[in-house]
């Protein structure tokens, strides 16, 4: 029996249904599901995404049979409408469009009016009484054929069109009568001789055939291509053809069409909303060239034609239970339906839908929760441009520059050069930028002081780009149009051409880290409705409907979440936020971050100076009451909850002045001479300082480093025990590769902890772990496990080390792994689930096998991506560590993965 490869659908027959997305496409499927519910649908037929997967393993060629099947459902049609294809007195038009299983509007290729030519254009006409429409037909015909099939640029046509108007004087398409359309069309069928070398074709099928061709090469366009690397769409999906009988929106005053939504998209509220045209065609609505009226006004100029709309959009919400995009056409006051799909929402828009819908008794609370994209929950925190202000600034062209948009948000403010220029401006209470060719851990206080970050180089992963993530700062990297000159303090944009703009340091700039765009102006920023009522208490939650909603889909998401989720935080500051947005607790207590706070770094550096352990025990005791201090701070805003610190991490190089005045300043401020400061920078440089002298591995060469770190962390908790508080610390030691590095370490934490115990007479209950980010520690996990009483896997160094990559260099080649197949994404933003997982899975059942009891969780930038997190579920681990404002990100997805 031969292989089915097109689907029927009229009001008498229906081939497939909703079902059937897979293999009609969306577009295919519900039409086929609108028909079999009695809605006014155009007959027509859909060619199945087996062909299309078909069509590119087999060199652009179609199944043998193919041909017949078309043929046959061209008859089929014939007779239900009761015209013919290539009639010359009543012809049979029909639009082809794509539909891929997955919905990707606007990305492929659409044709309408097929079937005309020199001869059935009269037939129409003939038909309809209506010459103007006839002309007005064949000539859209022959631009979007002569665009989409032959390779003619749409500008091709403009020009003519353009140039006919003007020879008329006038400025709208509709001014132009049946004689000027007519005119139009020798020119056009010019035109395409001129520019192609070939007639335009005037066999209907063999129209039919080129755009079916079209629109199967179109799924494999830039734009389609690009629309499915930036939405996770596999390729192997293919899309389907839907070939349809025309109905007109474009036939006279009792004519139009339209697209609208059975909520707003935007805000999520339940109002029918949309835009129309009369006397117009589907792509005159889309593509701008008329001004579109609100769906509203349908209703004053065709009463019943709307409320027979309406009927249909509530019922078709209904059926899908869930917000409908629609697209109409009426013809002669008739109503038909010419699509309808789940609508594309903000993230506002996703929550007040899904509450909504919920209390409507349409959806149960799981549905309401896989409705809601995570991935966009970090526009819901973001700050935001007044519009007002924003429209004003693109109107003037102030968009001097675009980078990568990194982390969300808008930010305002001067510029500053140097992190100690940010954090010279916050004292001053002056909002800033920190704009540099790239960051480094020493600019964290400037990054954290500073309202948004501009950098001239590195990608998504790069050093700027995750801390920003992490502290919920604006940032836009990989501007390529920047130039930084520190020695005069100045940057330029777009050096070298007619756009160049350069600007100092104090000079005003604006970032919009949802679209990297860089405004050269200062713009008004406001905070998130959700920051004013959960962080910074400014806005009672009665007054926000956003913050009441929201608040239930978390609390949904915890019931039905098996991971815990904890944050990334090194501040009481970051807790006390990450706590507000519902964290379990920390999973990483970055400690290096607070040694660069200005009254902590001479300290640090006087320790690194150190030529002897008494020296080196002097400088750490000065530490030791800031460490206290921090961690105390940190305790307290997570009283209660476990608390993960990880002890020393970074190289000490990192913590080291480069700038020759710099240095000559710390030699003079610790006795030392200058030749002293340099040899010891120098003998500290590494040629690959990832795999060298840095965590555990300092705490094994200068033990005094974890011993007084730990006195501190067992310290704040006792000081905190005695006044009532529950503490429940956790010490992870760094990058250990074999279990006798962690060994030596539990012994110095061990001993300092019993030391601190004795003198407070207070016990502490505390945890001993180790971070996994060494692909031996994952292999050698049961042997590890002897002395770990938890894993937390850092998998930001773990992908680096396991698939030989360095974060911030791959952004170089990556791209064109994941353009090529090699990596389906990035895999320092998506886990690599069948490498680096594969690691993780090991060392899991390793793990286990020797501890039943060890606790096992995620710290790395992999904690607030919901694809990663999935996999975290799905191998059994116990939470999940994000930045704190990845948090509500963290619990959807938790509870996404287990429904």
């Known amino acids: 029996m031969a292989t089915k490869y097109v689907y029927f659908f009229s009001a008498k027959k229906t081939e497939g249904g909703a ?50 099947q078309i043929d046959a459902s061209i008859k089929e049609l014939e007779t239900t409408i009761g015209k013919k294809f290539g009639d010359k007195t009543n012809p049979l038009l029909v639009s082809v469009r794509s539909g891929a299983p997955v919905s990707m509007p606007g990305m492929m290729d659409t044709i309408l009016n097929l079937g005309l030519n020199d001869e059935t254009v009269a037939g129409l006409i003939s038909s309809t009484g209506n010459q103007r429409f006839g002309y007005d037909s064949y000539r859209r015909f022959i631009q979007m054929y002569g665009n989409v ?28 009568d049946a004689s000027d359309l007519q005119k139009l069309i020798g020119e056009y069928k010019g035109a395409v001789k001129l520019k192609t070398g070939k007639d335009f074709p005037q066999s209907p099928k063999e129209q039919l055939m080129g755009a079916i061709d079209a629109v199967f090469a179109s799924w494999m366009n830039d734009r389609a291509i690009t629309y499915r690397k930036l939405n996770n769409i596999s390729e192997a999906l293919g899309t389907a053809v839907n070939v349809q009988s025309m109905v007109f929106g474009n036939m006279g005053d009792d004519c139009g069409t339209g697209v609208a939504f059975t909520r707003n998209p935007a805000s999520g509220e339940r109002k029918f909303y949309g835009e129309f045209l009369m006397n117009a065609q589907g792509e005159d609505v889309v593509a701008g060239i008329r001004t579109p009226l609100s769906i509203e006004k349908l209703a004053e100029i ?28 009426i013809e002669r006051s008739k109503l038909y339906m010419l699509q309808t799909r789940s609508g594309k929402r903000t993230a506002f828009a996703a929550i007040r839908t899904a509450v909504e819908m919920v209390d409507e008794k349409l959806i149960d609370e799981k549905i309401a929760l896989k409705r809601i994209d995570a991935g966009t929950l970090p526009s819901l925190l973001a700050k935001i441009f007044a519009e007002k202000e924003k429209k004003a600034a693109l109107a003037k062209g102030l968009v001097i520059a675009t980078g990568l948009p990194a982390g969300p948000g808008a930010a305002s403010g001067h510029i500053a050069l140097t992190a100690e220029k940010a954090v010279e401006m916050a004292a001053q209470g002056i909002k800033s930028l920190l704009v540099r060719v790239e960051t480094s851990p020493e600019d964290i206080s400037g990054m954290h002081s500073a309202e948004g970050i501009l950098t001239a180089r590195g990608g998504m992963t790069s050093h700027a780009a995750v801390v920003a993530r992490g502290m919920n700062k604006p940032c836009i990297v990989g501007c390529s149009a920047l130039e930084v000159d520190y020695k005069t303090g100045t940057v330029e944009f777009n050096a ?18 949802f679209t990297g765009q860089v405004l050269n102006t200062a713009l008004e920023t406001i905070p998130s409705e959700l920051e004013q009522v959960f962080v910074t208490k400014t806005m009672p939650k009665a007054e926000s409907l956003l913050a009441q909603q929201y608040a239930r889909v978390m609390e949904w998401a915890d019931k039905y979440g098996r991971l815990k989720v904890r944050t990334n935080a090194d501040t009481p500051h970051d807790a006390a936020v990450a706590r507000s947005y519902g964290a379990q607790g920390i999973g990483l207590c970055r400690t290096e971050h607070m040694f660069f706070n200005e009254d902590r770094i001479a300290a640090m550096r006087e320790m690194i100076l150190s030529s002897t352990l008494e020296e080196r025990e002097k400088a750490l005791a000065k530490l030791l009451p800031f460490q206290r201090a921090d961690f105390k701070g940190i305790f307290v805003a997570m009283e209660g909850l476990p608390v993960t610190v990880r002890l020393l991490d970074p190289p000490l190089h990192e913590f080291l002045p480069h700038e020759e005045a710099q240095i000559d300043e710390l030699a003079k401020t610790f006795g030392k001479t200058t030749h002293y400061v340099r040899k010891k920078i120098d003998d500290l440089k590494e040629f690959n300082p990832m795999l060298g002298h840095r ?33 429940f610390p956790e010490i992870m030691v760094p990058l250990v590769g074999h279990v006798k590095e962690l060994a030596n370490q539990a012994q110095v934490i061990r001993a300092t902890a019993a030391a601190v115990e004795k003198e407070q007479g207070v016990k502490v209950e505390y945890a001993i772990g180790t971070m996994i980010e060494v692909p031996r520690a994952a292999v050698t996990a049961d042997e590890i496990a002897a002395e770990a009483q938890f894993f937390s896997f850092g998998t930001n160094d773990l992908t680096q080390m396991t698939s030989g990559f360095s974060r911030d260099d791959s952004e170089h080649f990556l791209p064109y792994y994941i353009e090529k197949g090699i990596y389906p994404q990035n895999p320092f933003q998506v886990l690599d689930a069948g490498g680096v997982g594969k690691l993780i899975e090991i060392a899991i059942e390793k793990g286990r096998k020797t501890n039943g009891k060890i606790k096992l969780g995620v710290c790395g930038e992999h904690g607030g991506d919901p694809a990663s997190i999935s996999f975290c579920d799905k191998v059994g681990l116990d939470y999940v560590s994000c930045s704190p404002y990845r948090v509500p990100i963290a619990r959807l997805a938790a509870a996404q993965a287990r429904l």
């Open 695 to 727: 965590g555990c591995r300092l705490g094994i060469t200068y033990p005094e480093i974890t011993a007084m770190q730990t006195r501190a962390i067992i310290e704040a908790a006792a000081e905190l025990i005695k006044e009532g508080k529950k503490v």
């Open 302 to 329: 065709m009463p019943d034609a709307m409320k027979e709309l309406l009927s249909y959009a509530d019922k078709l919400e209904h059926h899908y239970k869930d917000m409908q995009d629609i697209e109409f056409t």
């Open 149 to 176: 099939v032959m390779g003619m640029k749409h500008h091709d046509f403009e020009h003519i069109l353009e140039g006919i108007k003007k020879s008329k004087g006038v400025s709208e398409d509709l001014a132009l």
């Open 496 to 513: 070298g051409t007619p756009k160049a703009v350069k600007l100092k340091e104090g000079d005003n700039l604006s970032l919009d880290g």
């Open 19 to 68: 079902g059937d997305k897979k293999l009609l496409g969306g577009k295919g499927a519900n039409l086929a599901e609108m028909t079999s519910l009695g809605i006014p649908v155009p007959p027509g037929f859909t060619i199945s995404t087996d062909v299309c997967t078909y069509y590119y393993a087999h060199q652009n060629s179609y199944p043998s049979d193919l041909q017949a």
